[in-house]
């Protein structure tokens, strides 16, 4: 499972973004790319991030995604809410 960014509490949301794109750009591990794309995708569904996600050029990075092998990432570039079942275990908030 992939680790949360290492961010400064106080750089707030933009720093938290843009860490987990960089994370998403630098990691090797599939299951890494698939949790972040997952949290990119989540802050999409909220309109008070947009401006962040599009200066950090994050709408570009879900556009490149479609073009991935991993049918995972794919669905999450979409915003195919059914993925996540994949990313995280059943009965996470039990």
Request: aromatic fraction near 12%; hydrophobic fraction near 40%; charge should be negative.
């Amino acid at each position: 499972m992939a680790q949360k960014p290492k961010v400064d509490p106080h750089v707030g949301r933009l720093g938290y973004l843009q860490a987990l794109v960089t994370e998403f750009q630098e990691t090797e591990s599939q299951d890494a790319k698939q949790q972040v794309l997952a949290n990119l995708a989540n802050f999409a569904y909220d309109p008070s991030n947009y401006q962040y996600l599009r200066q950090l050029q994050v709408l570009d990075l879900f556009l490149d995604s479609l073009s991935e092998e991993n049918e995972t990432l794919v669905k999450f570039a979409i915003g195919d809410d059914s993925a996540f079942s994949s990313c995280w275990p059943k009965n996470r908030f039990v």
